[in-house]
């Protein structure tokens, strides 16, 4: 990749844009994991949406909820690790959009729609999870792991091995 199409500033601002995108993820994995007792049941039994039914479902059902909770909190933190470290960065930025995503379909800011819990502002449509999903777009779009971050370390010990075979 040519990395001389943006300007240094350009990709240091990239590179800290995937950084604290990561520290959000992995600060709120960690965060429900150290809290020991966290469970997505309250925020599973708030949707209304065209899912409501499924997720309530899922709320309800403990072994599905123990599941839900474990791949929410390790997907947080791994998610955040990747996208921090810039290791299998585009998955990472993957993963981040579809969790996200969930959230959003889960409990989306839409006209008529009034949970129980207060949000942190008044939103329609687009709220601080439309944001990050676009934000990770534009990471998944231009590779900052191949200027700074343990991908371009592999990518740079995979090419030498390959040299070697060869």
């Not at 600060?27 to 949406?49: D, R, V």
């Not at 470290?85 to 006209?111: D, E, H, Q």
């Amino acid at each position: 990749m040519n990395t001389k199409l943006l300007s240094t500033f350009q990709w240091i601002t990239l590179i800290l844009l995937r950084m604290i995108i990561g520290w959000h993820f992995l600060y709120e994995g960690l965060a429900k994991l150290l809290k020991g007792n966290w469970s997505a049941y309250g925020f599973l039994m708030e949707s209304k949406w065209i899912f409501a039914d499924l997720f309530r479902w899922m709320a309800t059902q403990p072994t599905v909820l123990q599941i839900i909770n474990v791949v929410n909190i390790w997907g947080l933190i791994l998610i955040g690790l990747g996208l921090m470290l810039g290791i299998f960065t585009r998955l990472a930025a993957v993963g981040g959009i579809l969790i996200i995503a969930l959230y959003y379909v889960c409990n989306p800011p839409l006209v008529g729609l009034f949970y129980s819990i207060p949000a942190e502002g008044n939103y329609i449509f687009i709220n601080k999870n439309v944001v990050e999903m676009a934000a990770l777009l534009v990471l998944l779009a231009i590779p900052t792991q191949r200027v700074a971050g343990l991908d371009l370390l592999l990518a740079k010990l995979l090419q030498q091995s390959s040299r070697k075979k060869n």
